[in-house]
């Protein structure tokens, strides 16, 4: 299996999504300091213009990089599969002397796997710098993490999982309505179901409704490869 893993990421040039990873992670941290220590978050007055339960640096971080992910894992999902149906590569290997199932399953792992370890890393280090610059900053945040505590380390682990495990359903949807757009849309809509506000009300700290996308996700890619071998090809 680690094989085929290794061959999607060759074949699928990962070393682009590395660099665009790369690229992002230095954004996402550049703009969360900013908030933090550099007052753009906060009113002409100096006082910081958040909702309550909103004024604490953990909130913007996790908003900004579950976002930036979940549409990153989609797309990538889009290039990796479903692009590959579309192109007929999806053909070629399929011919090979293995089965479908566990070629699907490969390249899902190749970037769940890439995804969660690229996420996991960025939000540490975006706490990190965090963490850092308050030794030396007064940030207009507040600090609600302690950098030095397993628990910490817990739930940047289990939320990772989270966030890149959705993008499996906008993969179902992009299989199933065969349309790489309609795989990327569909992570557009999961944010705003998770993440987005309406007024007062919000589902970004609602810890049932991403644990049962997870759940559904994780339904969804048992489906996916379980039906493989039976799957025309687009």
């Given amino acids: 299996m680690f094989k085929l893993i290794k061959l999607e990421w060759k074949k699928n040039n990962i070393r682009k999504y ?36 909103t004024d604490v640096i953990s909130t913007p971080i996790e908003l900004f990089t579950s976002m930036a992910f979940l549409i990153y894992t989609s797309v990538m999902l889009a290039s990796f599969i479903v692009s590959a149906y ?46 850092l ?34 993008s499996f359903i906008a993969l179902f949807v992009g299989i199933a309505m065969k349309s790489s757009k309609a795989t990327i849309i569909t992570s557009f809509l999961l944010i705003f179901l998770t993440q987005a506000n309406v007024g007062d009300f919000t589902l970004a700290g609602n810890v049932v409704i991403p644990l049962i996308l997870t759940i559904i ?15 025309d090809l687009m």
Avoid at 37 to 45: K, S, T, V, Y
Avoid at 96 to 120: C, E, G
Avoid at 217 to 231: A, K
């Fill in 18 to 53: 590395i660099i665009g990873t790369v690229i992002m992670a230095i954004f996402l941290g550049a703009f969360v300091f900013a908030l933090a220590f550099l007052g753009i978050a906060n009113d002409p007055d100096g006082t910081l213009d958040a909702a309550p339960g």
């Fill in 86 to 131: 579309k192109n007929k590569t999806m053909n070629l290997m399929f011919s090979y002397p293995i089965k479908r199932q566990k070629i699907l399953a490969s390249q899902m792992i190749a970037v769940w796997s890439f995804n969660f370890a690229a996420l996991t890393l960025t939000k540490l280090a975006i706490y990190l710098c965090v963490f």
């Fill in 133 to 166: 610059g308050t030794k030396f900053m007064q940030s207009s945040f507040t600090i609600d993490f302690s950098i030095i505590s397993l628990s910490f380390y817990i739930q940047l682990i289990l939320k990772s999982v989270v966030i890149v495990s959705m």
């Fill in 217 to 231: 996700s994780f339904g969804f890619v048992i489906l996916s490869v379980y039906h493989t071998e039976n799957r």
